[in-house]
T-cell receptor, first 114, second 116 residues
């Protein structure tokens, strides 16, 4: 088990471009979370999947953001028409029903929007 | 509303000192979970401990110990004989038990610098 992985680790893009991030959770974990963390802040919840179903989205997730988990395994987070305010670390975590809410985090994708 | 407060923004200590990081939480749930995570300069969040609301026993793991007090809604974290490798940002987080989504509500973190 290699833990949660995220790709890419860093992404620099120009304002207005679309970006997509990928998260591969721990293989037997059915719950997957996306968080966003800006400098000097704690992570903020964005969205949550149980298997392939997206069960909750934060109000932070504007219409420009979309997340999928098509087969209940890996997940993608897409940001359309990026803005400078989207610059942040995007964190993915996974957990399982049997782990009492213990969420395992990936290394994150750091997005810089120029 | 759920909320986690870490009043200490930054702490600086000299190696081998003991240091306590404070965490105060708010929740309306009677069943909830509390967590501490470590975020070293590399950025990856590392799980340290989980405590459920029915278990008020203090826990010790090596140089780390945690003091959970429901009466004061606090879950403080103490590092004994700190080391330079303990330098990191430490986050306290809360997860409620209601519903399927066990999202974590985070404090702002405490940045700990352990100086040689």
């Amino acid at each position: 088990d290699t833990g949660v992985s995220q790709n890419p680790r860093h992404k620099i893009t120009k304002r207005g471009q679309n970006v997509t991030f990928r998260c591969d959770p721990i293989s037997e974990h059915n719950r997957l979370y996306w968080y966003r963390q800006t400098l000097g802040q704690g992570p903020e919840f964005l969205t949550y999947f149980q298997n392939e179903a997206q069960l909750e989205k934060s109000r932070l997730l504007s219409d420009r953001f979309s997340a999928e988990r098509p087969k209940g395994s890996f997940s993608t987070l897409e940001i359309q028409r990026t803005e400078q305010g989207d610059s942040a670390m995007y964190l993915c975590a996974s957990s399982n029903l049997g782990t009492n809410n213990e969420q395992f985090f990936g290394p994150g994708t750091r997005l810089t929007v120029l | 509303a759920q909320k986690v407060t870490q009043a200490q923004t930054e702490i600086s200590v000299v190696e081998k000192e003991d240091v306590t990081l404070d965490c105060v939480y708010e929740t309306r749930d009677t069943t909830y979970y509390l967590f501490w995570y470590k975020q070293p300069p590399s950025g990856e969040l590392v799980f340290l401990i989980r405590r459920n609301s029915f278990d008020e026993q203090n826990e010790i793991s090596g140089r780390y110990s945690w003091n959970f007090q429901k009466s004061t809604s606090s879950f403080n974290f103490t590092i004994t004989a700190s080391q330079v490798v303990d330098s990191a940002v430490y986050f306290c987080a809360l997860s409620e038990n209601a519903g399927n989504n066990r999202k974590l509500i985070w404090g702002l973190g405490t940045s700990l610098a352990v100086n040689p």
